[in-house]
């Protein structure tokens, strides 16, 4: 028989025969079968490997371990959705639908919403080219070899013969079923290993391994549900487009169903809340999506979130336990956050030690008091909050909380301002208010300082080595290794992680500034308005501020408030002038790098692979994750892989790590 021939008939046959296992759970032949034409495989493949195809079987597990994870930029973001709490929300959300689009009735597709981790598969000519998490919905985690290890995710996908799409974004969620979740901490245990709180948790942790191997080894699924960019394809409507998902081999939840009208929309909320506990898998709640993409259109999308779809919560899960104290958190702006310290008792699988009580009007309104017995419940199945007081088992010595006259931190005066019920700390010296501050400051939205944690800036300031946020740039290896538990090769990273944030955008710069209010998104508008201008920012005023298109009167105030603060405007200065160096958003004047195409192979040691991308995209190049004809440089470092084999055949021009510097220096 031709070897061609038979390579791929056994491709066909093993895809066949994983899909009819891990995805329709009917297997039509026994594991010894099925192990013999795998290793035949196996055998033709490595005797003829110009026969050996990326969508392959075999292939699944082929990578070796990485160095740090790329990223990937989602050509349409993947969004968030907003929540409806209770049966009247979510007949809001119809009543208002029905008034945007005026029209009388609305059909809506209805799926279980998976508390899993969301990510997104990209197929080109119907073979998968790479994967990444949702990451802020605009960036994700390249995380390709750990996706192709699912076998329940088709790595070509099927029945496309005639048609495949060009290219497609298809959205879904990644899980971990209870079953398999309690024996992978049972082989925890068993290993001596660290067990997972919940199976998000260890879906997540999963995931994100630099070694495809432990992720192949733990027992991950998938259900899609949606797409974002799509070329070469037209759906008529969700439902169509759900159908042709489960067509072409990829797995779709059997749950997800048409419902009509904000009754349709109840009734499967109260189902889905009834069978919850007896799904193989965890739930948080429900999405409801119109299933006319034509409407979708025409009420289009918020800055976050699509206006077409709805999360819809289930009642929180509760459990009753003791106040045992409640103690007081400094927060970075000054804010007095109390804080109930609980005997430990577990809700929806997680161990709850604490919960906020948010501030004296909350305590006061609810009555709670030291010795309490309450009810906890995990608020969207996520926070932990004390719903209420059990009176009736309040003890005869219980203690009403009273809020300190001075911060417990610095035994400086509170105040309250007026028409706010939060208490604050009014010493900008405060050191929780410090810590606090450098840690938003260095946090990964911001400078991304990576190692530099909660414990070793707390130990930095209780040292006296940190007293202002710009002191993280005198820092040096001698200082910080001779801290408990650091050493010198911590040390030595640290230095370097630190002179790699210097390099940053204005975006980042002000989200780290941690003005009250300032988002992510509103620091995105600022930096864009401003064009990367240091000067006009500090130098703006409250009417030029509130003429920003999504930025608010509030946020306006405190942005005004924050840099009327003379201090707060020589640490702006000292920064930029003595340590940081901003990257505008906009494109330079001289873009050398035009159009440019860099592909990247192997692990790079003065730059990590996603700021790289990033310098390389300011330039006006771009970036990829595939060697094709149209690619003109290839930078490759040590561990490159088959990229730099494919790149030799083509002649694209190959760059080590010495000569991209030089390149992106110049």
């Not at 060009?166 to 990644?174: K, N």
């Not at 969207?380 to 209420?388: H, L, Y």
């Not at 064009?531 to 009417?543: I, M, P």
């Not at 996603?610 to 006006?620: A, F, P, R």
Request: overall charge positive; glycine content about 6%.
């Amino acid at each position: 028989m031709n070897i061609k021939k038979r390579i791929e008939q056994l491709i066909e046959k093993i895809n066949e025969h994983n899909h009819q296992y891990y995805v329709l759970n009917n297997p039509i032949i026994s594991d010894g079968e099925f192990d013999r034409l795998f290793k035949e495989l196996e055998i033709l493949e490595n005797k003829y490997p110009e026969h050996k195809y990326s969508f392959s079987p075999t292939q699944r597990v082929g990578s070796k371990p990485i160095t740090d994870f790329g990223t990937i930029e989602h050509q349409t973001p993947m969004l968030s959705l907003s929540n409806a709490m209770n049966k009247d929300e979510l007949s809001a959300f119809h009543s208002q639908i029905k008034k945007r689009l005026q029209i009388d009735s609305v059909n809506y597709i209805a799926e279980p919403k998976l508390d899993g981790l969301g990510v997104e598969l990209v197929y080109s000519d119907g073979l998968l080219l790479h994967g990444s998490t949702r990451g802020d919905g605009f960036v994700g985690e390249d995380i390709t070899h750990n996706l192709r290890t699912i076998q329940s995710i088709p790595l070509k996908l099927r029945n496309i013969e005639k048609t495949p799409p060009l290219l497609i974004e298809i959205r879904g969620e990644v899980f971990i079923e209870k079953n398999d979740f309690i024996k992978l901490n049972k082989y925890q245990i068993k290993q001596g290993k660290q067990t997972f709180a919940n199976p998000r948790n260890a879906a997540a942790g999963s995931l994100r391994q630099l070694d495809p191997t432990i992720t192949a080894s733990r027992p991950l699924s998938i259900f899609c549900y949606e797409i974002g960019i799509v070329k070469g394809y037209v759906f008529k409507n969700h439902l169509s487009l759900l159908k042709t998902l489960k067509l072409w081999g990829l797995p779709v939840n059997p749950l997800i169903q048409p419902v009509t009208e904000d009754l349709g929309i109840i009734e499967y909320q109260k189902k889905l809340e009834k069978i919850r506990n007896h799904l193989p898998y965890e739930i948080d709640g429900t999405v409801f999506k119109i299933n006319n993409y034509s409407q979708r259109k025409l009420l289009g999308t918020r800055s976050r979130s699509p206006r077409w779809a709805i999360a819809g919560k289930f009642k929180a899960q509760q459990a009753t336990t003791i106040v045992q104290t409640i103690k007081i958190q400094v927060g970075r702006t000054g804010a007095l956050t109390p804080v109930a310290h609980l005997k430990p008792v577990t809700v929806s699988g997680v161990t709850v030690r604490k919960a906020t009580l948010h501030n004296q009007d909350e305590i006061e309104r609810k009555d709670i008091r030291i010795g309490d017995t309450v009810l906890i419940e995990r608020a969207g199945d996520v926070i932990p909050k004390v719903q209420k007081v059990i009176t009736e088992k309040r003890p005869k010595n219980s203690i009403r909380f009273t809020f300190p006259e001075q911060c417990p931190v610095c035994n400086q005066d509170t105040y309250k301002a007026t028409n706010e019920a939060i208490w604050r700390c009014g010493n900008i010296k405060c050191p929780k208010q410090l810590k606090r501050r450098i840690q938003h400051f260095t946090s990964k939205l911001a400078l991304n300082v990576e190692g530099l944690g909660e414990k070793i800036i707390d130990l930095l300031v209780d040292k006296g080595y940190l007293k202002s946020i710009t002191d993280i740039f005198l820092l040096n290896k001698n200082k910080l290794a001779a801290l408990e538990g650091l050493g010198s090769k911590s040390a030595e990273n640290l230095i370097q992680a630190i002179e790699q944030s210097k390099t940053t955008t204005f975006s980042k710069f002000i989200y780290g500034l941690g003005i009250r209010n300032v988002g992510e998104y509103i620091a995105k508008l600022y930096a864009k308005h401003f064009s990367g201008n240091v000067d006009k920012f500090l130098n703006t005023s409250l009417t030029e501020l509130e003429s920003i298109n999504g930025v608010g009167p509030i946020v306006a105030k405190e942005t005004m408030y924050f840099l009327s603060n003379k201090s707060t405007k020589q640490l702006i200065k000292n920064c930029i002038d003595k340590h940081l160096l901003l990257k505008t958003n906009n494109k330079p004047k001289e873009e050398f790098l035009s159009n440019k195409i860099f592909v990247f192979t192997g692990s790079l040691n003065t730059l990590k692979r996603n700021q790289s991308k990033e310098i390389i995209n300011d330039l006006g190049g771009k970036t990829s994750n595939t060697i094709s004809k149209k690619t003109d440089y290839l930078v490759a470092g040590p561990g490159a892989g088959s990229k730099l084999k494919k790149a030799q055949e083509l002649k694209v021009t190959i760059l080590n790590e010495k000569d991209f510097l030089k390149i992106i220096k110049k």
